[in-house]
């Protein structure tokens, strides 16, 4: 069974820094592409950022660009979002989702519950 | 990157029929088949319901099904249940190697 378990959300003041968790078990880690997909509660979703397979390749949304980036451990079955000069419009619960193949924007097939992000003076 | 459009809500009677579009461009669904479609119950993580346009994944029923023609995707769902009352969200491969959702569609079953 493919499990996703995010963490490392919290509250942060406008400015402050995040870096979120996502670990994966129950699949070939190394064989999928993984994202960071967003939603601020009563809203749509939103996604962030994703990474190839292999890391060779991350993609960000413009809004988060300079700002975050993704990574991951292939030997870890662990998947991270560092998130700096964080915003109030970043508050939302960020999910790890797991891409349908080896490239992450092909689309997103299992998710975790998602860690809740709260940036706030 | 701008998010693809669907309708904000769509009802239906237990039984009928309803048809959700997504609404993009020349530079997602309208180039590529790596459509999605996912489900969204109150309080819970999305599921995907659909891929690439018109596949469903194992366990999802056969009342789901997709289609697309041009820049539009659509979502049926056929004889609906109460149990299909949920937010209903597309998502497309973009030519610039990103991933786009759309805005999300509420359906009630009335």
């Known amino acids: 069974e493919v499990q996703l378990v995010e963490s490392g959300g919290g509250v942060v003041r406008p400015g402050g820094s995040l870096r979120l968790s996502c670990t994966a078990s129950g699949f070939k880690f190394d064989e999928y592409g993984m994202n960071w997909v967003r939603q601020v509660p009563g809203k749509g979703l939103e996604w962030v950022s994703g990474i190839n397979w292999d890391a060779l390749n991350t993609h960000s949304t413009d809004s988060v660009k300079g700002r975050f980036t993704i990574s991951r451990d292939n030997a870890k079955n662990s998947l991270y979002l560092q998130m700096n000069n964080l915003r109030v419009e970043d508050t939302a619960l960020y999910y790890c989702?797991?891409?349908?193949?080896?490239?992450?924007?092909?689309?997103?097939?299992?998710w975790g519950q998602g860690t809740l992000v709260t940036v706030s003076s | 990157q701008s998010a693809l459009t669907q309708p904000a809500s769509v009802s239906g009677s237990p039984g009928q029929s309803i048809t959700i579009s997504c609404t993009g461009t020349?530079?997602?669904?309208?180039?590529?088949?790596?459509v999605s479609w996912y489900q969204q119950l109150p309080g819970r993580a999305p599921t995907l319901m659909i891929y690439e346009v018109n596949k469903r994944p194992s366990g999802v029923s056969n009342r789901f099904s997709g289609s697309k023609s041009g820049n539009t995707a659509s979502l049926r769902i056929s004889g609906l249940q109460a149990e299909d009352e949920a937010d209903y969200y597309c998502?497309?491969?973009?030519?610039?190697?990103?991933?786009?959702f759309g805005g999300g569609t509420k359906l009630a079953v009335l």
């Open positions: 020349s530079s997602d669904v309208g180039s590529t088949n790596l």
């Open positions: 989702a797991r891409a349908q193949g080896g490239i992450a924007a092909t689309g997103t097939d299992h």
């Open positions: 998502s497309s491969y973009a030519v610039s190697s990103t991933l786009v």
